[in-house]
């Protein structure tokens, strides 16, 4: 008995889709993967050449109007190469606007507000990311909604309370007020939200961890990326502030840019020595980056790949 084999017939393709792609063809590109880069053509190049440019030239020019005097730097056209007073126009910046002291009472400032920011944002941002809590959406709310109010408003209030408290011309009321910020905890709280699985959290507890050693082994280690990248932000802010110290200080016991704002009172302020003050204000943020760069770069990579 002879058996009949059928030829075995495929599904017949609809008319609207698209032929198979080989691989390597036209319709076969893949897509790019994680740890894969593009190459950039001669536009990319020539774009990051004039945005490195466009970054780099106004520290450039702090530093040629630094080094000439009043005269050359208001010349037509000014000067586009260094000239030879820099030292001595430090030394007069340095001398008439106190910037020694100016420099350790910000340092003082910025390393406070920092190391406070970090601690209490990446506790708050734990807290509203992880923990269940009853009205943790409208606290939350509540935070974000802070961020809409000027703070110009909170100034009279603010002086009325340091002054009360007898803070007033020393750099507690400069400290006190920013110690948390509401972009902080928010920034902390989103970066948690991906980064920190609820599985390491419950692991640590059945190992019979308590929440210090769960924030301390667990949640620090995820949230240092993150933390990276706040620090530098706050200790930029922090350094670079002048509106409220302005108003809380005074000219005894200066932050930084209080003391910068000395220099241009008069009424009419050689520029090369502002120049001069501006450049050796700006010299710790580059020792700084330059030291963390590396852990703030990575950090920015961390966040941006997460999810």
Known sequence: MTTTHTPYKTAPRPAHAAPPSRPGGRGGRLRMGAGQQLKGGPFTYLALIV??????????????AASHDQQRVLDDPP???????????????????NLG?????????????????????TLAGYAFAKMRFRGRNVLMTAVIATLTVPPQLSVVPLYMMMSDIGWQGDLESVIFPTLVGAFGVFFMRQYLIEALPYELIEAAKMDGANNLRIVWHVV????????????????????????WPFLALNQENPTIQVALGQLSASYTPDQSIVMAGALISTLPLLVVFVVFGKQIVGGIMAGAVKG
């Open 220 to 243: 620090l280690p995820a949230a240092r990326p993150a933390m990276m990248v706040l620090g530098m932000l706050t200790f930029v802010q922090a350094w670079n502030d002048f509106f």
């Open 79 to 97: 000067p586009f190469l260094p000239g030879g007073r820099l030292l001595s126009n430090l030394e007069t910046a340095w001398e008439q606007a």
């Open 101 to 121: 002291k100016a420099i350790v009472n910000t340092a003082i400032v910025a390393g406070s507000i920092t190391a406070a920011t970090l601690f209490f944002c």
């Open 51 to 64: 945005v490195g440019l466009g970054s780099v030239f106004p520290l450039y020019w702090t530093l040629v």
